[in-house]
């Protein structure tokens, strides 16, 4: 097994083929608080982040409360209709991930949805018990802050060394950089690998399981990075 014993996952765009549901969201929430519509991929660029920095991110000129809170659930209320038939996961995750629990590792999820989201995702994949820990953007910092990653660490007893954070967007890599940890960056999901590189991930993969595959091999001594 490697040195990693914990990995940290991101959910929408990692694990979860989620991210054209959550552009559909905004665009209608958008529409309710008689906003612009912004481009497929400043709004690709913005998830990630917890609701309200994604908002101030979108539309910084947005600074009224009510405002702000008829956006969220706008498109919490939209993103729910459309989790009627949930998200699916994308290829070699199931496997990858049991095969990775199997081998003794820890696994954990930080991500910014909701713990209302998070969990009705969690149930829909019969995952209710599947994580070690997880950690929401609602109960904690939103990414890039690290804190999420340091609640985890400090639950598992693990020095940052020894965890791993795989994510597909700047604010996952951005945010394992902070905590001190390595990270993973997956090119299938929310931001495109160019943007992902200026992070410095240890490792970049066009595939799920490419994971699971380096982590049986690699010793974190033996390299610096694999592309």
Not at 125 to 146: N, V
Not at 176 to 188: E, H, I, M, P
Request: proline share 5%; hydrophobic share 45%.
């Amino acid at each position: 097994m490697s040195d990693y014993e914990v990995l940290i996952f991101d959910w929408d765009g990692t694990l979860v083929d989620s991210i054209g549901r959550i552009v559909e969201s905004i665009g209608m929430a958008a529409d309710v608080c008689g906003l612009p519509r912004r481009d497929e991929a400043r709004v690709r660029g913005i998830i990630g982040l917890a609701m309200p920095e994604a908002i101030a991110s979108l539309y910084p000129d947005v600074t009224d409360p009510k405002v702000v809170e008829v956006f969220r659930r706008a498109y919490g209320e939209h993103y729910l209709t459309l989790e009627t038939e949930p998200a699916v996961l994308y290829p070699g995750v199931a496997q990858t991930l049991q095969a990775l629990r199997e081998r003794g590792h820890v696994l954990a999820v930080a991500t910014g949805k909701g713990r209302t989201g998070l969990d009705r995702a969690l149930v829909a994949q019969g995952w209710e018990d599947f994580f070690d820990i997880t950690r929401c953007a609602d109960e904690t910092a939103s990414k890039p802050d690290p804190l999420m990653i340091h609640e985890i660490l400090a639950h598992c007893g693990v020095r940052p060394e020894r965890a791993l954070m795989v994510g597909d967007s700047i604010f996952d890599l951005q945010m394992a950089n902070r905590a001190g940890l390595d990270s993973v960056a997956v090119t299938y999901g929310a931001q495109p690998v160019e943007t992902l590189l200026a992070c410095s991930p240890r490792l970049v993969v066009n595939e799920f399981s490419e994971i699971g595959d380096w982590l049986g091999s690699v010793s974190i001594a033996e390299v610096d990075y694999v592309g």
